[in-house]
T-cell receptor, first 115, second 111 residues
Framework: DAMVIQNPRYQVTQFGKPVTLSCSQT?????MYWYQQKSSQAPKLLFHYYDKDFNNEADTPDNFQSRRPNTSFCFLDIRSPGLGDAAMYLCATSSNPGTSYNEQFFGPGTRLTVL | DAKTTQPTSMDCAEGRAANLPCNHS???????VYWYRQIHSQGPQYIIH???NNETNEMASLIITEDRKSSTLILPHATLRDTAVYYC????????????FGKGTRLHILP
């Protein structure tokens, strides 16, 4: 089945140690998103790629970076994780334009713990 | 972006219809109403969307008022698996337009 895959599902890192989260999709969608979701909060958009065009949200810290080497893969790099970066990180995709609605398909998320 | 207002939480008995309201009084003419839900420890899942007409799919029905200032998501026969946080979102269909999640409604389906 076509899907959005996130690896790993659980990631533990140390304070200040760079970490990379990965997302892959078999949907061939041109838009990919990264969200951060802290406990009991709504998902918060960090940035998204429209094809190769990177779009950063104004309040996303510089500590967060992203790479999209091809259509299928997108990475979230946290250069120096702090305790406040512990959260669930969600990857999503959509096909825009091309469908009559902008439905986003989400992966299961990676839960990041910072020690 | 238009903002939405939803009740913080709701209960519904299993087998009954769950009706989740959403107010979006500042919605503009080209904004759609989307509903997503998030089951515990999973990523959000798209449910349905609409512009001005009522919509129905295999998951739910969406009723939008004539003035478009509010809508109701209806789960016709709620099951325990429908326990989740339900998000009502308004967004346009333009490039780079974004789905912005609010606080949502936590729906508890009671056995």
């Amino acid at each position: 089945d076509a899907m959005v895959i996130q690896n790993p599902r659980y990631q533990v890192t140390q304070f200040g140690k760079p970490v990379t989260l990965s997302c892959s999709q078999t949907l061939n969608h041109n838009v990919m998103y990264w969200y951060q979701q802290k406990s009991s909060q709504a998902p918060k958009l960090l940035f998204h790629y429209y094809d190769k065009d990177f779009n950063n949200e104004a309040d996303t810290p510089d500590n967060f970076q992203s790479r999209r080497p091809n259509t299928s893969f997108c990475f979230l790099d946290i250069r120096s994780p702090g305790l406040g970066d512990a959260a669930m990180y969600l990857c999503a995709t959509s096909s825009n334009p091309g469908t009559s609605y902008n439905e986003q398909f989400f992966g299961p998320g990676t839960r990041l713990t910072v020690l | 972006d238009a903002k939405t207002t939803q009740p913080t939480s709701m209960d519904c008995a299993e087998g009954r219809a769950a009706n989740l309201p959403c107010n979006h009084s500042t919605i503009s003419g080209n904004e759609y109403v989307y509903w997503y839900r998030q089951i515990h420890s999973q990523g959000p899942q798209y449910i349905i969307h609409g512009l001005k007409n009522n919509e129905t799919n295999e998951m739910a029905s969406l009723i939008i008022t004539e003035d478009r200032k509010s809508s109701t998501l209806i789960l016709p026969h709620a099951t325990l698996r429908d326990t989740a946080v339900y998000y009502c979102i308004v967004a346009r269909l333009l490039r780079d337009d974004k789905i912005i999640f609010g606080k949502g409604t936590r729906l508890h389906i009671l056995p």
